[in-house]
């Protein structure tokens, strides 16, 4: 494989991108994807190769895991909320310098947006980008019948290419001869290799899925166990020649850079293990607007940085940091001081609680914080909401005029013991689940703070971050 950029092909007048890519897709959410994604991603580094990782999927916690295994930052596509020319547009930026990206997928391969189609799905990203995949199964207690599950794969829709299948939870050499025969005997993607059960290190995990990964909780002791069970168990060398067979794709013509502007703005960022769940390409675009952060930690910091035009206060685990979030009243006093100097302050689902009268666990301990919002937010044991929204805006907000229509997806446990609006602040949003349904209000907005359950994607409507860049910059 050529080291370095991908190379760019013209035919007849069109720029095309290549880039070798393979998508790691799993017959089911459990079967060993992200172990495989992580250990692939760790022997191609080790091999000296410049590896660029993505994920499939609104999630904020796997691609802390990507960023670590490859030393580069790990972005999300996710064709529902972005849409395949962003999706283009953000690969052929990432890839930039890459030799080879791995893409590891959501849940099983075909499961996205809908049950009546694959719309959303890690097959539906493997079409727009013309991946190859390859299929993880968990085939522990299993033998011909991976032949019946991964031809009803390979068959169900035929745009989507396994280029081969990674049995995961072997038992022994015989059973994965087993496993490789069963799929020949058949014509079907080939056995790609054989990971034993309990190979692969445990990862951490908490109830919002994996623990967002830092140095700590993911050394390079432990990619290399990874890059080891893989390059013994499976043939790498058969997964490179896949990802090489990638065809050139088309160059996208989306143009996501927004004007700068008229003056740079400087954003507190908050950025500790309480708060971390932020699109990187959001934050990537937020730059590229003229927007410069500054990193605080609420659970850690005593003051905000100084110098800030605006706060931004993403999802999390503020819960599992109550009593230290509670703790640290320098910090909640300067919230306060900050949003009440009507300077804009701007927070999702983990910023939202933060900024509420406080948390009620589920064990009933009550945690006081910042006070801002009129209402407590209450743990629940189950789900409160889960899956894609529809977002259109009422009125003039933080992230866009009246009329403006973004997406993003909601996924807290969570919930408001009362309504905002009935202490003066307006419900800004107007959400819809993805299939439509019953209309939601949302998005508490007062004066320059807004508030939201809703994990918005903003790096896909350009305008949006352009409108609080201003906004942040005092222009409108």
Known sequence: ?????????????????????????????????????????????????????????????????????????????????????????????????????????????????????????????????????????????????IAAMVKGYAELEPSVSIAGVVANRTGSEKHAAILSEALASCNLPPLFGAVPKAAFPAIPRRHLGLVKADSSSLPQEILGQFASVLESAVSVPAIISAAQSAPALPASSLQTDVLRGKRKVRIGLASDAAFNFYYQDTLDVMESAGSEFARFSPVNDASLPDGLDALMIGGGYPEEFAEELSANQNMLHAVRRFAESGRPVYAECGGLMYLSQGVELADGARHSFAGILPAWTKMNRKFTALGYADVILKEDTLVGGAGAQLKGHRFHYSSLDSHPEEAGWRTVYSVAGHKGGKIADEGYQRGNVLASYVHLHLASRPGSIEHFTSKCAGES
């Open 1 to 145: 494989m050529e080291h370095g950029t991908p190379k760019l092909i013209c035919l007849r007048g069109i720029a095309l991108m290549s880039c070798p890519r393979i998508v790691v897709a799993g017959t089911n959410s459990g079967a060993g994807k992200t172990s495989v994604a992580l250990a692939l991603v760790s022997a191609l580094r080790a091999r000296g190769l410049k590896v660029q990782s993505f994920k499939v999927g609104p999630d904020f916690l796997d691609p802390s895991f990507h960023a670590i295994a490859s030393g580069r930052p790990c972005y999300n596509l996710d064709p529902w909320m972005m849409g395949k020319e962003y999706i283009l547009h953000l690969f052929h930026k990432a890839t930039a310098g890459a030799d080879i990206a791995v893409i590891e997928g959501v849940m099983g391969l075909f499961d996205g947006a809908e049950p009546s189609s694959s719309v959303g799905s890690t097959a539906d990203l493997a079409r727009i980008l013309s991946a190859p995949v390859l299929l993880v199964v968990d085939a522990s207690g299993m033998g011909r019948s």
